[in-house]
T-cell receptor, first 111, second 115 residues
């Protein structure tokens, strides 16, 4: 039973345009969400997080939106750059619990 | 560079064998986590140690075990290996318990291939 879903295995975007990566979750107890980025042959690196008390968090070109009623979050990258090409993992946790990761979405930013 | 080191980078072995994966956390981090990533799967949480003690268990098979030593490095032991155990194994560390929502810093992973 996948509690965190990323239904798009891959996404291609033109350089300079917006990339939107989506994540859905089923566990209503989840109240903290993160995005990690992973390059080949490297471990995942933390990108941005959001708590359920907020519906938006911004860090430079990266913005995460949380829609609690829909149990949906999205990561927006504007503008997309070729160096953003990587696999992006969404993760969620309930208080006191370990993170549950989604299967990842491979983003390709085309020059 | 996250500061988390894992050895070896690659491991090729045969079914039925036993292997040990090693992880050194970032300096000062007390928590160590182990994850398994199989093909096209997300990161599956296996087990967490905090300051030498087991803290949480995830989807870890009975054939797998782990420990964290006094110097805080950790080892993941995989025995009676099966073809399906082939995967990337990641170690991560954080300063405190996961419940504190600390960012986890991941190592580069060990790729295990079971033939």
């Amino acid at each position: 039973d996948q509690q965190v879903k990323q239904n798009s295995p891959s996404l291609s975007v033109q350089e300079g345009r917006i990339s939107i990566l989506n994540c859905d979750y089923t566990n209503s107890m989840f109240d903290y969400f993160l995005w990690y980025k992973k390059y080949p042959a490297e471990g995942p690196t933390f990108l941005i997080s959001i708590s359920s008390i907020k519906d938006k968090n911004e860090d430079g070109r990266f913005t995460v939106f949380l829609n609690k009623s829909a149990k949906h979050l999205s990561l927006h990258i504007v503008p997309s750059q070729p160096g953003d090409s990587a696999v992006y993992f969404c993760a969620a946790s309930a208080w006191g619990q370990n993170f549950v990761f989604g299967p990842g979405t491979r983003l390709s930013v085309l020059p | 560079d996250s500061g988390v080191t894992q050895t070896p980078k690659h491991l090729i072995t045969a079914t039925g064998q036993r292997v040990t994966l090693r992880c050194s956390p970032r300096s000062g981090d007390l928590s160590v986590y182990w994850y398994q990533q199989s093909l096209d799967q997300g990161l599956q949480f296996l087990i967490q140690y905090y300051n030498g003690e087991e803290r949480a268990k995830g989807n870890i098979l009975e054939r797998f075990s782990a420990q964290q030593f006094p110097d805080l490095h950790s080892e993941l032991n995989l025995s009676s290996l099966e073809l399906g155990d082939s995967a990337l194994y990641f170690c991560a560390s954080s300063p405190q318990l996961a419940g504190d929502r600390d960012t986890q810093y991941f190592g580069p992973g060990t790729r295990l291939t079971v033939l």
